[in-house]
T-cell receptor, first 110, second 116 residues
Framework: DQQVKQNSPSLSVQEGRISILNCDYT??????FLWYKKYPAEGPTFLIS?????DKNEDGRFTVFLNKSAKHLSLHIVPSQPGDSAVYFC?????????FGTGTRLKVLA | DAGVIQSPRHEVTEMGQEVTLRCKPI?????LFWYRQTMMRGLELLIY????????DSGMPEDRFSAKMPNASFSTLKIQPSEPRDSAVYFC??????????????FGPGTRLLVL
């Protein structure tokens, strides 16, 4: 039973447009949410996070939105750049434990 | 900072052989995690150490898997005997929750294991 789901395995977006990656979770005990980016042959790298007491966190081109009532979070990348092409994992945390989704492969087309 | 270091980066072995994966966490980090990544299940937590002590090994799939952390700068994940279904990418990550507000985990580059 997957507690964190990324239902879109892949997404293609034109350079300069907005990329929206989605993530759903089932456990209301999660109090912290993160997005990681992963390039081939590298480990995941931390991108942005949000606490459950907030509904939005912004860092440059990246914004994470949290809708607790819907148990849904999303990552917006504006504007998208070819270098953003990677696999994006969302993760939900309760204490030390991260539960990851299966990832969404983003391809930004030049 | 060198980041989390893992070795080997690639390992090809035959079924039944012992496999040992190694990890050096970021200096000063007191939490260490081993993950396995597969296409079907994504990133799964195998085991979590805090201050060199295993806290949660509920993700270790079978008795064939074991992990140790003899000191703050070194950990191993051993599979014995290995099976083809163990083929995956194994990641090590470390963090220092007391210092980092965000409890960020920093991942190593991974070990790609192929069991024939």
């Amino acid at each position: 039973d997957q507690q964190v789901k990324q239902n879109s395995p892949s997404l293609s977006v034109q350079e300069g447009r907005i990329s929206i990656l989605n993530c759903d979770y089932t456990n209301s005990m999660f109090d912290y949410f993160l997005w990681y980016k992963k390039y081939p042959a590298e480990g995941p790298t931390f991108l942005i996070s949000i606490s459950s007491i907030k509904d939005k966190n912004e860092d440059g081109r990246f914004t994470v939105f949290l809708n607790k009532s819907a148990k849904h979070l999303s990552l917006h990348i504006v504007p998208s750049q070819p270098g953003d092409s990677a696999v994006y994992f969302c993760a939900a945390s309760a204490a030390y434990k991260y539960i990851f989704g299966t990832g969404t492969r983003l391809k930004v087309l030049a | 900072d060198a980041g989390v270091i893992q070795s080997p980066r690639h390992e090809v072995t035959e079924m039944g052989q012992e496999v040992t994966l190694r990890c050096k966490p970021i200096s000063g980090h007191n939490s260490l995690f081993w993950y396995r990544q597969t296409m079907m299940r994504g990133l799964e937590l195998l085991i979590y150490f805090n201050n060199n002590v295993p806290i949660d090994d509920s993700g270790m799939p079978e008795d064939r898997f074991s992990a140790k952390m003899p000191n703050a700068s070194f950990s191993t994940l051993k599979i014995q005997p290995s099976e083809p279904r163990d083929s995956a990418v194994y990641f090590c990550a470390s963090s220092f929750p007391e210092r980092e507000r965000t409890e960020t985990q920093y991942f190593g580059p991974g070990t790609r294991l192929l069991v024939l």
